[in-house]
């Protein structure tokens, strides 16, 4: 089994156009559909800095999800059919991803007893119940993160390294570990 880390040869990338690409045909300077997540404390400020005042103490995290276009510029791995491990994680709505374990996703914890908040997310770590960014910019909701065999190990980066790619209907880091050191 390959460690590398990476997804699925058999997953899809949204593209500029609206077509969906299996990633091993996906080439340089091909346009995709990018996904930028901002996130402030309501009760600090707003993006753009000016106050937006308090809501009597009660501070609520925002999330807010930008829909983009971005250029391909590197494609880490040649074709290939390597056998790897990769975790599965479905969501409510049908959307399935298959991503090596150390590849990240951002997810949305929402508790009723503790603050909710975005993370970004190691695949394996990645839980059931909490929401993932759809290709439309919405939540879903996580519903099985299992641990499978498939083959090929493909990775495209967009030409904005804060993006996120949309892989097969959900919103996933182009990089592994070191994307949670870039946010």
Known sequence: LSDRVCFSGQELIHMESGEMKIIKYVR?????????????????????GSSSGSDSGNKKEEMVVEMGISTIIAIPHDRNDHRALFHEISTKMGH????????VIPSYIHSSSA??????????????????????????????NNAVISY?????????????VNVSGIAASPFAVSHIALS
């Open 115 to 144: 603050s909710s908040s975005f993370v970004n997310t190691l695949a394996q770590d990645v839980l059931v119940g909490s929401f993932l960014i759809i290709e439309d910019g919405e939540l879903d909701e996580g519903i099985s």
């Open 152 to 164: 090929g190990l493909y990775s495209v980066i967009p030409e904005d390294f804060g993006s996120y």
């Open 28 to 48: 340089i300077g091909d346009k995709i559909k990018a996904i930028k997540i901002a996130q402030w404390d309501k009760g600090k400020s707003t993006r753009d």
């Open 96 to 103: 399935n991803i298959r991503v090596t374990a150390d590849h």
